[in-house]
């Protein structure tokens, strides 16, 4: 928060002059939880705590070593397995915004198709414009299918994507007026869709985002697992939907 008071914000749709802004706002907003990341992933995971402690208890003896040195090889993996996770996950976020690398692949996705959007929410900073919220409505993958058969959901689903909020503006209540836009959308643009569902997906560390999405009436619908240093680790993807009528 700046300056400890409350912030007026602008809310309007995305436009062409804020792509590399918002790219930078969904990278930063993600990456921001590679160390719980790390945490659930590696340092969490019995089954890679086991590996590494076989690991580090047989090689000193293999090579005729004081048994303390099993507890530095443990150490030494613990952080190459942090390098490899970091890494790892920072290609992850890469591949969020590698799926628009242009203005015009961000507009086909989020812009031209009935009933999607992208709206930003801005913000003056020395009488500077900045970005300092986004979410977007796009047509949800074909992953989700399975999942909107076996919860009921409607043919007119949309997903709630890349939500996110500069931790400078953060705790003004700014998430919760994005994705009540969202909605807001949809019953006053769309009013013809009649029974309508979001979808969105939340990982695990994303513990105040997975607490608002409950909040304002998101339900738990599917868990994906995303793996991690080789399939070793995984990292939980809670799917969760909204119904409501357009």
Not at 183 to 205: A, R, S, T, W
Request: some cysteine; glycine content about 8%.
């Amino acid at each position: 928060m700046i300056g400890g008071g409350k912030m007026s914000f602008k809310i309007r749709s995305a436009e062409e002059r804020d792509f590399l802004p918002l790219r930078k706002l969904i990278r930063d907003t993600r990456f921001e939880h590679f160390p719980e990341g790390f945490k659930q992933t590696i340092l969490y995971s019995f089954k890679i705590q086991v590996i590494l402690f076989l690991v580090a208890n047989v090689i000193p003896p293999a090579l005729d070593l004081h048994k303390l040195w099993g507890l530095v090889f443990y150490l030494i993996l613990i952080i190459l397995s942090y390098l490899f996770n970091y890494f790892e996950w920072k290609r992850k976020v890469r591949q969020i915004t590698g799926e628009f690398e242009t203005w015009k692949e961000f507009a086909e996705m989020y812009l031209k198709p009935r009933g999607c959007l992208f709206i930003v929410a801005t913000a003056k900073i020395n009488n500077e414009e900045v970005i300092a919220g986004c979410v977007g409505l796009r047509i949800p993958k074909e992953e989700y299918d399975e999942i909107r058969k076996r919860a009921n959901l409607s043919a007119n689903c949309f997903e709630v994507m890349r939500t996110g909020v500069d931790g400078r503006f953060r705790r003004q209540g700014l998430a919760k007026k994005l994705m009540r836009e969202c909605e807001d959308y949809i019953q006053n643009h769309h009013l013809n869709l009649g029974k309508c569902d979001f979808v969105l997906e939340c990982p695990q560390v994303m513990y105040v985002a997975l607490e608002l999405y409950r909040k304002i009436g998101y339900n738990i619908v599917g868990v994906q697992h995303e793996p991690f240093l080789l399939g070793l680790g995984t990292l939980k993807v809670y799917v969760l939907a909204k119904q409501f009528l357009g």
